[in-house]
């Protein structure tokens, strides 16, 4: 099959299909073109690239995938943890959601706002656990992360932001792509220390949004203290 019937049949474009190539996970059988100068797809290609859409509309990412294909992760655990950053996002929407009814009922005006009646309601919602998305030019991907320590095994909450040593800000310069991307990069270097049993271990690696606001992708890699000398 040619590359435009592959992607009438799926609803994507030629773009989604670079893109799956590009994350490495999509490897065609016959990855150059024909000698018309073609892209040639097999029966196996439509189907590994059929089952990518039906993941990827289920919520998991291109990194998560890879994941799974790398034996790193089993199906089961990537849709669980896609599964738990999903509820964080929507409990955070759902608050935004709840609050801004509140101010529609209330019919509430920009200049006769009552600031200090919804500030304080906010603050007491917030103490009582409730959260909200808090958005200002755009929603930043969390860069909260669990990893397990590799001397005991105990999960680890590590928020990365307190760790990151550059944000690579990537301007889009086509029509064809979904807009502009960030990587956050960051190290522990030996900074970090496990909780539960106290060894040094060392977490690097990146977390792409793109587009700019939406999770694309991440890289995260543990070393044990004696892979750093």
Not at 40 to 55: G, I
Not at 129 to 149: A, H, N
């Amino acid at each position: 099959m040619q590359n435009k019937e592959v992607t009438e049949k799926l609803g994507i474009n030629r773009e989604r299909i670079k893109y799956f190539k590009k994350q490495a996970v999509f490897v065609p059988e016959k990855p150059f073109a024909d000698s018309s100068k073609n892209i040639v797809y097999t029966e196996r290609d439509f189907t590994a690239l059929k089952k990518l859409v039906v993941l990827t509309k289920c919520g998991l990412t291109c990194g998560d995938i890879k994941k799974v294909q790398d034996g790193e992760s089993t199906l089961h655990q990537a849709f669980n943890e896609r599964k738990r950053i999903v509820e964080e996002e929507m409990k955070r929407m759902r608050g935004s959601l709840l609050l801004a009814e509140e101010l529609l009922k209330e019919d509430i005006q920009y200049e006769t706002m009552p600031v200090g009646c919804f500030w304080s309601m906010i603050q007491e919602k917030e103490r009582e656990g409730e959260v909200f998305m808090d958005l200002y030019d755009y929603y930043p991907v969390s860069s909260l992360r669990i990893v397990k320590c590799p001397h005991c095994t105990a999960n680890q909450e590590i928020d990365f932001e307190d760790y990151l040593w550059d944000e690579t800000f990537n301007e889009s310069h086509s029509d064809n792509d979904m807009g502009s991307d960030i990587i956050y990069s960051f190290d522990t270097e030996d900074n970090y220390l496990c909780r539960k049993c106290g060894n040094g271990f060392r977490v690097e690696g990146w977390i792409r949004e793109y587009p700019v606001g939406a999770y694309d992708s991440e890289n995260i890699e543990i070393l044990v203290m004696e892979e750093l000398s």
